[in-house]
């Protein structure tokens, strides 16, 4: 009985010399083994982590070049291209809304950022609300530009009930011996697309999105996803500076379900909201999100990954400001993408006339109210007796009007938005209590003589005209019907272009 043991000893002991001597070829053994989890392979003592840098751009709205009120890219170029010569893990992703907002990205409808992206080696970015506001094709072509995919889990084909084929749901990259899975989702922003030019899709949200998300985070923690990236275009309604803020569930829960972070998704970077903010939810996992317009910075994030153990960490958590790049060297690229597409940004520069003084929002928006008005009462006037003209007037970044010279490029900014005019009739009852008595501050109103004529008494069971907007039109509480439609190349930037060059605020 004891021989019988020496000898099972010795044979055990046989085995593991040939096991090690087969695994550890040279100095380096595969696999390897850390039980005591150090991250130094207990035999043949390389280091077994990977560090990976997430850097995550949200709502650059397609401020490419530098304007009025913000910076332009060329510096942050040249930060993410040091970070990727340092380091041959960094990773750049986007949280949506990166074409619609400046002269250069929407006169070539997105594809000067699309380029730019590719120019710098993106590995994916999750669609915004503003890149449907040309319409789905727009969409597409960007999709076939991109080096890199669209991730959204959610936006699905109304016609064949499934993810649309611009989109995939996540995609799966190595990291030195680690690999990392990344899953995009547009919010619950269906209300913000523009509708008329989007109806063929929808965006399973809420509990349909979590089920879809922890589908995704299984099957790629199954195909071996070490870590993984949610990229959500949607976010906390405020911003916090400092430190990482502790959120609970509830305060979150508009936009993400708590339950995703108990397993399935590491890091959340978020948009939509244009906050800034650092958050550390209930189950210790960072969400975050940088302002947008490239006025808050870009988020960053560095993580470690134990490749024998499996476990990670996220070892850096913060918000990079713009102050931290705004001073380093343009790199060219800017300048070469603006010179590529000359021919399609060239209109937008050109001066078309003057303004005498520094218009602020308010009064711009209230100009745009009477512009629609007056348009509309030219075209449908004879036909119709028109109450007003105006409604929901959003306006962006830099929020007013310079005085001097002014461009098309001037109002892109101002007025990015591609809404149609329409006559729409109303119910007396709802022309009073949406338009006429409205406590919305954002909605603007400018009567003709028939409407000045009438608003104080206004038959609540009779059928009225007014012209607004599609995104006015569209907007199902107000319970508009679209009667006519202008032209559909034309919008509120266009009347204000047209208003100028007459004179109209010199
Ligand atoms: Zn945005
Ligand atoms: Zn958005």
Same mark, same amino acid.
């Given at each position: 009985?004891?021989?019988?043991?020496?000898?099972?000893?010795?044979?055990?002991?046989?085995?593991?010399?040939?096991?090690?001597? @087969?695994?550890?070829?040279?100095?380096?053994?595969?696999?390897?083994?850390?039980?005591?989890?150090?991250?130094?392979?207990?035999?043949?003592?390389?280091?077994?982590?990977?560090?990976?840098?997430?850097?995550?751009?949200?709502?650059?709205?397609?401020? $490419?070049?530098?304007?009025?009120?913000?910076?332009?890219?060329?510096?942050?170029?040249?930060?993410?291209?040091?970070?990727?010569?340092?380091?041959?893990?960094?990773?750049?992703?986007?949280?949506?809304?990166?074409?619609?907002?400046?002269?250069?990205?929407?006169?070539?409808?997105?594809?000067?950022?699309?380029?730019?992206?590719?120019?710098?080696?993106?590995?994916?970015?999750?669609?915004?609300?503003?890149?449907?506001?040309?319409?789905?094709?727009?969409?597409?072509?960007?999709?076939?530009?991109?080096?890199?995919?669209?991730?959204?889990?959610?936006?699905?084909?109304?016609?064949?009930?499934?993810?649309?084929?611009?989109?995939?749901?996540?995609?799966?990259?190595?990291?030195?011996?680690?690999?990392?899975?990344?899953?995009? @989702?547009?919010?619950?922003?269906?209300?913000?697309?523009?509708?008329?030019?989007?109806?063929?899709?929808?965006?399973?949200?809420?509990?349909?999105?979590?089920?879809?998300?922890?589908?995704? @985070?299984?099957?790629?923690?199954?195909?071996?996803?070490?870590?993984?990236?949610?990229?959500?275009?949607?976010?906390?309604?405020?911003?916090?500076?400092?430190?990482?803020?502790?959120?609970?569930?509830?305060?979150?829960?508009?936009?993400?379900?708590?339950?995703?972070?108990?397993?399935?998704?590491?890091?959340?970077?978020?948009?939509?909201?244009?906050?800034?903010? $650092? $958050?550390?939810?209930?189950?210790?996992?960072?969400?975050?999100?940088?302002?947008?317009?490239?006025?808050?910075?870009?988020?960053?994030?560095?993580?470690?990954?134990?490749?024998?153990?499996?476990?990670?960490?996220?070892?850096?958590?913060?918000?990079?400001?713009?102050?931290?790049?705004?001073?380093?060297?343009?790199?060219?690229?800017?300048?070469?993408?603006?010179?590529?597409?000359?021919?399609?940004?060239?209109?937008?520069?050109?001066?078309?006339?003057?303004?005498?003084?520094?218009?602020?929002?308010?009064?711009?928006?209230?100009?745009?109210?009477?512009?629609?008005?007056?348009?509309?009462?030219?075209?449908?006037?004879?036909?119709?007796?028109?109450?007003?003209?105006?409604?929901?007037?959003?306006?962006?970044?830099?929020?007013?009007?310079?005085?001097?010279?002014?461009?098309? @490029?001037?109002?892109?900014?101002?007025?990015?938005?591609?809404?149609?005019?329409?006559?729409?009739?109303?119910?007396?009852?709802?022309?009073?209590?949406?338009?006429?008595?409205?406590?919305?501050?954002?909605?603007?109103?400018?009567?003709?003589?028939?409407?000045?004529?009438?608003?104080?008494?206004?038959?609540?069971?009779?059928?009225?005209?007014?012209?607004?907007?599609?995104?006015?039109?569209?907007?199902?509480?107000?319970?508009?019907?679209?009667?006519?439609?202008?032209?559909?190349?034309?919008?509120?930037?266009?009347? $204000?272009?047209?208003?100028?060059?007459?004179?109209?605020?010199?």
């Amino acid at each position: 009985m004891k021989n019988f043991t020496k000898r099972c000893l010795a044979i055990v002991l046989i085995v593991c010399v040939l096991i090690c001597t @087969a695994g550890c070829k040279g100095d380096i053994c595969s696999p390897h083994k850390d039980d005591n989890s150090n991250g130094v392979c207990d035999k043949c003592h390389q280091s077994v982590m990977e560090y990976v840098d997430f850097y995550n751009i949200n709502d650059l709205h397609g401020k $490419l070049d530098d304007g009025q009120n913000h910076i332009g890219v060329d510096e942050l170029t040249t930060f993410l291209k040091a970070a990727r010569q340092s380091d041959q893990n960094a990773v750049f992703l986007s949280s949506g809304d990166m074409w619609q907002g400046q002269a250069e990205s929407n006169m070539t409808k997105g594809f000067i950022m699309t380029d730019w992206m590719n120019e710098l080696d993106f590995t994916a970015m999750t669609l915004g609300n503003h890149e449907f506001d040309w319409g789905e094709e727009y969409v597409k072509q960007n999709s076939d530009l991109a080096e890199f995919p669209f991730l959204a889990i959610n936006i699905y084909d109304r016609a064949t009930n499934k993810i649309v084929d611009y989109c995939k749901p996540s995609v799966m990259i190595d990291a030195g011996a680690a690999q990392i899975g990344i899953i995009g @989702a547009i919010g619950d922003c269906y209300s913000s697309i523009a509708v008329d030019k989007c109806d063929e899709v929808y965006f399973k949200v809420g509990n349909d999105l979590t089920a879809l998300v922890l589908h995704e @985070a299984n099957s790629l923690r199954q195909k071996g996803a070490d870590f993984i990236v949610y990229i959500i275009h949607d976010g906390h309604g405020r911003s916090s500076s400092g430190t990482a803020q502790q959120i609970s569930s509830s305060q979150i829960s508009s936009y993400y379900d708590t339950a995703l972070s108990d397993g399935y998704v590491d890091l959340v970077f978020e948009g939509h909201t244009h906050q800034g903010y $650092l $958050l550390k939810d209930e189950y210790g996992v960072y969400h975050m999100q940088n302002r947008g317009d490239n006025k808050g910075g870009i988020s960053h994030a560095e993580i470690s990954i134990n490749t024998v153990t499996g476990k990670t960490n996220v070892s850096v958590a913060e918000l990079i400001s713009t102050s931290h790049y705004q001073s380093l060297d343009d790199d060219p690229i800017v300048d070469q993408l603006l010179d590529k597409y000359s021919d399609q940004i060239e209109p937008a520069n050109e001066i078309l006339g003057t303004n005498s003084t520094r218009r602020n929002s308010g009064e711009l928006q209230q100009l745009i109210a009477q512009l629609y008005f007056e348009t509309g009462f030219k075209e449908w006037g004879d036909e119709y007796d028109i109450v007003l003209g105006g409604g929901f007037m959003s306006i962006r970044s830099p929020y007013y009007l310079p005085y001097g010279d002014v461009t098309y @490029a001037d109002l892109q900014s101002l007025f990015p938005f591609d809404n149609q005019l329409t006559l729409c009739s109303v119910k007396g009852s709802e022309l009073k209590s949406k338009f006429i008595s409205t406590s919305n501050d954002r909605y603007y109103i400018h009567y003709g003589d028939y409407g000045n004529s009438i608003k104080e008494n206004i038959d609540p069971t009779k059928t009225y005209y007014i012209i607004v907007d599609t995104y006015t039109a569209d907007y199902k509480y107000n319970n508009l019907k679209i009667v006519k439609r202008y032209d559909e190349n034309i919008f509120a930037r266009d009347l $204000l272009a047209n208003f100028i060059k007459s004179g109209g605020l010199s």
